[in-house]
């Protein structure tokens, strides 16, 4: 087995546990690679060579892996040494028990859907790319409202007056959405999820639409409007601008052990779950 791990570089103990990692996949039989989680473009030239993805770091860095990953369906295993940590499947501590359950292919994989999203301008596309958990569409450092025309399937459904619209899947669900009052989805949903963003006199309310929905919208602002894809990077946005959004035809694929996605959940979230 060939195996990618890729620590955050900001995180000093993530590049010692790779290390440490290697070591022992070494000893297994497994061929390790280490490399920095924000080289991108080295991790692009290679992904296809790799049987599994392992991450050490936070959720931004499955993230920035996921968006590399899910075109070539190789897996990822999440070990969690951020704050969060709602995508990662095992702690630091874990990996010694856990990673030969994976090298002997006792695990499953779970299934996240991705979206792709198109920025037009003037009716011709000018940028496309993918997110594992949002697409978000507001407004820049101006305290001011910006005008969102929002069609699904080619049908108008409303124009939001707000800070922004983000237009989420199941997994985006527990990020910004969850912050700004949408619901929580179970991550083998297909659905793309809408939540407007602080709305004024506009829909305020979260609308799941049906599997296999495209969403466009439009904008209309006489300020600065920005396109920021899973909270990682943003593109400016002009008046007039549109921003298509489907479900990608691949997912991620993250590896799993154990337990379920209500049991992580409950205790990411810090809830007991007896009363």
């Known amino acids: 087995m060939k195996v990618g791990l890729l620590y955050h570089p900001k995180i000093p103990e993530s590049l010692d546990l790779a290390e440490e990692m290697a070591a022992m ?29 392992i991450t050490l770091g936070g959720d931004g860095t499955i993230l920035r892996v996921a968006r590399i990953a899910a075109r070539h369906g190789v897996p990822i295993l999440g070990v969690k040494m951020g704050r969060l940590g709602f995508l990662a499947e095992m702690e630091p501590g874990e990996w010694e028990e856990k990673l030969p359950l994976v090298l002997r292919g006792e695990y499953r994989l779970e299934e996240r859907t991705m979206l792709q999203a198109e ?51 199941a997994t985006g669900s527990t990020a910004y959405a ?14 793309i999820l809408l939540v407007p963003i602080a709305p004024h006199l506009s829909m305020d309310k979260s609308i799941l639409l049906s599997e296999g929905a495209t ?23 002009k008046d007039k601008d549109a921003v298509v959004v489907t479900s990608a035809p691949y997912t991620c694929l993250f590896v799993r052990t154990g337990g379920n996605f209500y049991h992580r959940l409950i205790s990411k979230l810090g809830i007991s779950s007896k009363i």
């Open 215 to 237: 969403v466009e919208v439009e904008v209309e602002t006489d300020h600065e409007a920005v396109l920021t894809i899973d909270g990682q990077f943003h593109l400016n946005l």
């Open 119 to 169: 920025l037009k301008r003037e009716g011709k596309g000018i940028w496309a790319g993918d997110a594992l958990n949002d697409v978000v569409i507001g407004r820049g450092s101006l305290a001011r409202i910006v005008r969102l025309s929002t069609y699904v399937n080619g049908s108008y459904l409303t124009t939001y007056a707000a800070d922004g619209l983000i237009i989420s899947t």
């Open 25 to 53: 996949l070494h000893t297994w039989g497994a061929l390790p690679w280490v490399c920095s989680s924000w080289e991108e473009g080295e991790i692009r030239e290679k992904v296809t060579e790799f049987d599994l993805l």
């Open 178 to 191: 969850l912050a700004v009052g949408g619901p929580i989805l179970p991550p083998e949903l297909k659905n």
